[in-house]
DNA sequence: GCCGTTTTCGGCCCGACTGTTTTCAGTCG
């Protein structure tokens, strides 16, 4: 059973949890907490590392002792260190601490006073009223704890990014037409771009006494308010989003939207780095002593803190700020360098709109060329091509392309990867085309091995040019297929084709940590909409903002081309 | 448990809000 990074994070989690519920030293927890969340992140596999015997101790925040462990886990799949605390603690106890209100102390005094170990068992002595007796517990707590525990068992799940969108654009028009209010932003993992959001996190300038809180919590939409103070407030919306919103004034403008963008993992290491230059910084600004010496933009908090303004999609904590002190920050592509579009659907198959209307929309955005890749025969449901369908799709492109000005339809295919790695349609079809996009569509649930294998006989069609949605996931309801990435990305720059990050709102694939993967390969990445309307092609910008979170720049994705060079690109890929 | 343009020991990010208290602990972001 081959240990992945993600199981020894889990791991270092839950000793984390268990340690805190022992009241161990709060900076022993943390080395597991940032072991684990570093190792979960890390492009390479600890696995791959202890076979070549390499020294993980050169791993940020592994030292020998966490080192031992790792090749432990590695070796045993667990770690005798986990099992020791696992027999001093009730089994499921952890998955208390998830419950919002509850930290450390308070699980420990439910466990000691009301045999408490389970979310079933504390919403059981909440609704039996024996919460409220315990020392520094009182009736409203009791009934924070019945709510939240309430909500925990039923999972609240992160929403995807665009849904969120639609929710605060409007919650944003509503703050910003408030007496005394400037500046209205959202921050947090919204603002990076993260695929999926837990909460929106809103800042405000406006004058110390606004009513700005009293306003946000007077929102329509509003089912209750968690907290509301002069400076800070919680609501949930209807929808079940949390939305948490920030007042500051003008001149700590800069510094509370860098803190209220995050990542806490970001904020923390620039909050080191100003303590290492003798300064402090906090949400209202950069401080030397008692004087604020920067704040009131992020640009300006940055300079403080000797480095170039970090583009949020960075702000992970995973060597921005190392590249910032270099100088090495990339120039992140932005929606302007896009030159075309490779993937979009017609009425041919399950589009909507037609070749033209297709056309005429792409070309509105201001893009110059977009391919048509209708799905191919395997997928019925879709009414995929089959090889005298697709001759005829092709003869209408080239009729279209004829009249069309200003934009170039392309000829393509999105054909099926079969089980066992051919395609879908006969190489004699498939030559014609402009390009030809393989997608996985069916039997995600081969193992590694033969997934892997699969994708890479693909790739080896002289015909393949790229890799549709590499990993199949469907944000928060389909996993990966369990596929070795790094391998196919080696295979990709072998091979000379290439690798897209389609940008649907429900896919977001390739994910953050592979583009920087590709990047390092050397494999260009293509960002596309899969477009099946005229209105998809928005889409793009979430592609836009997935590859900026992959560190990619304009050089390093295939549409920034102008048509010329993209078909000689797509060209040398035929082989 | 990690780490070191001062350090191999003594540090380790910082503030708001709630609910319980009567000066603050716990939790969260």
Known sequence: MPVHNADIAVIFTEIADLLDLQQANPFRIRAYRNAARMIGEMGREVRAMVARGEDLTELPGIGEDLAGKMREIVDTGTCRALVKLQAELPPAITELLHVPGLGPKRVRMLWHELDVQTPEQLARAARDG???????????????????????????????????????????????????????????????????VGDLDILAIAAPGSAVTARFVAYEEVAEVLSQGPTRASVVLRSGLQVDLRVVEEAAYGAALCYFTGSRAHNIALRRLAQERGLKLNEYG????????????????????????????LREDRGEIAAARAGRLPQLVQLGDLRGDL???????????????????????GLSYLAITEHSRRLAMAHGLDPRRLAEQCEAIDRLNQKLEGIVLLKGIEVDILEDGSLDLPDASLARLDLVIGAVHSRFDLPRGKQTERILRAMDNPCFTLLAHPTGRVIESRAPYDADMLRIIRHARQRGC??????????????????????????????????????????????????????????????????????????????
């Open 286 to 313: 950069v401080f030397r002593g008692r004087e604020r010496i920067a704040g009131a933009d992020e640009e300006s908090v940055y300079g403080a803190l000797g480095l170039p303004f970090i583009a949020p999609e």
């Open 498 to 575: 290439f690798l897209e990050l389609n940008a649907h709102p429900e896919r977001l694939d390739l994910l953050d940590s592979h583009c920087i993967m590709a990047k390092e390969e050397g494999v260009l990445v293509a960002i596309n909409s899969d477009a099946h309307a005229r209105e998809d092609f928005a889409h793009l910008q979430l592609g836009i903002g997935q590859a900026r979170r992959g560190w990619l720049a304009a050089a390093d994705v295939l549409n920034t081309r102008p048509l010329p060079e993209l078909r000689r690109l797509l060209q040398g890929a035929r082989r």
């Open 130 to 196: 024996r919460i409220r007796d315990l020392p520094g517990f009182g009736a409203k707590t009791e009934a924070n704890i019945l709510q939240a525990v309430e909500a925990h068992l039923s999972k609240a799940r992160r929403i995807k990014l665009a849904t969120a969108a639609q929710y605060a654009a409007s919650l944003v028009a509503w703050l910003s037409a408030a007496p005394g209010v400037g500046r209205v932003e959202l921050a947090g993992s919204y603002r990076r771009c993260r695929e999926t």
């Open 343 to 365: 993937h979009a659907h017609t009425t041919a198959t399950d589009g909507h709109h037609t070749l033209e209307q297709m056309a005429l929309a792409a070309k509105a955005l």
